[in-house]
């Protein structure tokens, strides 16, 4: 096995199930980082544990053949990958003493003295990373100081050392991600769907533009407490020029578009599919969109057109709630009508729709949640290419808008550790327990719905299972729709069997 010098890993998620396992999708952040590295002369790899059958021998078989050379191991982690993540961090310190964890992402970036002081890490790094990562690693190899790399927080001694934040990244300046640093045979042939349709893909993903520069109170990106830069995107020509690449490298056709917002200026859309054109590029690709675009004079029908003709499949959609009053409570800036004509606009182009939603949030009432749920029939009755996310249930982070409400109107006790955050996952689901949520009035209904929509949701295609099993899947999918088609939330025996049979599963 080569020797590597750096080792990027993201972690399984707590609620991850190795009987639900579709293919998953490559870890960009990690992926980035990784790619910097190797342009810096730096021998890095990325483990992606959620493709890995066997984590701890995965780990122990990288690590073993370069035991000189390994000095740095990074974690990507969500809330709901901190228990794989500390259990892999705590076995690379007791196995390997001489190799450094440093920990990025969002939870360790609201929590930096937490995982410092629970001995999780002993870097953790803030803002982007991957310059940050660089300059550590060639800092442990020479023994120079830390504190010259900015972005880290450590520990010297009991002393908490911030180094301070870094500037943002230029996009363009960034190397073509390099697939070469992962196993891309986990991720090249894919399913790719939109409602009931999909495609059999070899996919890639590409970051055209990172940040948003709207107030949604429940997202990262408006969250005082997260290092983040403003909304920046790479040149029509520099993102061009990656796409090519890699269909040249790997045989790609179809691309994931990593932003959280693709249509900021109407000009990198125009000039995207202008780009595109010129040279002949063809592969279909997916996207996210504000379902007031249009409004705003970001798109039009006759650019949507272009964006069809240059491969775009579908387009996803932050919509949240049918419930105006939900909307404005969320700042999302948008109206239930306007989601409903995007969406139509979108099918009309024979572009596909995925819509995401959002429960469980301070102040909404039974009737709130159900209108969402009508929105949901009524999109889902334009056609077979209308996918639904959710509602999933919101989740308050400390920085968050709505997270002082949930404190200081509900009397929401947050977890006191970062170990405490892990275990309140729900293991099933990898949302935080509805029961340790004092704001949800009628617990018993969220729990259902979030239940029941996830069987509705499921394209059975693309999961990979024997015949007896999607049977049952089938069969639960069809009483999932008749219960959200009817509202019929009585007798859930089903739910009951099912609940009881993962939490089985899950403590064997």
Sequence with gaps: MKKYDCLLINPRPYHYSKAQKTTPYMPAGLLSIASVLKNAGSEPFVLDMIAEDDPIRTLSAFMGASPQSVRLVGFTVMTT??????ELSRYIKATFPGVSVIWGGIHPSLFPEGVLREKLADFVCTGEGEYAASELLSALKDGSDPRKVRGLHFLA???????????????????????????????????????SEHL???????????????????CVNVNKKLARGSYRSKSASRLADEIEFLIARHGIDY??????????RRSHPEEFVRE???????????TNIRADAFDRGLIDDPLLGRLAEAGLYYLGIGAESASQRILDKLKKDITAAQISATVRRVLARGIGASLSFMMGIPGETKEDVSATLRLIRELRALGGKVSIIGPQVFRPYPGGELYDECVS???YAPPNSVTAWGDSVDPLTGFEDIDNLPWITDKNFIKKVAFYMEFANINIDVLRFGPMKRLIFLFLKAVADFRI????????????LILRYKKVRAAA
């Design 276 to 286: 595109v054109g010129r040279r002949g590029l063809k592969f279909r690709w997916n």
């Design 157 to 195: 001694g009991d002393e908490l050392i911030f180094t301070g934040s870094r500037e943002p990244n230029d996009l363009d300046a960034l190397p073509f991600l390099n697939f070469d640093l992962i196993d891309y045979s986990n991720y090249r042939a894919r399913k790719v769907f939109r409602g």
């Design 255 to 264: 691309f994931d578009f990593l932003d959280e917002n693709f249509f900021v």
């Design 409 to 411: 109107s509900y009397g």
């Design 81 to 86: 990958q901190i228990h794989h993540a500390a």
């Design 200 to 218: 059999d893909v070899r996919a890639g993903i590409v970051i055209s533009s990172v940040g948003c520069p709207y107030r949604c109170t429940f």
């Design 485 to 496: 088609r009817h509202g019929f939330w009585a007798f859930t025996l089903e739910m009951f």
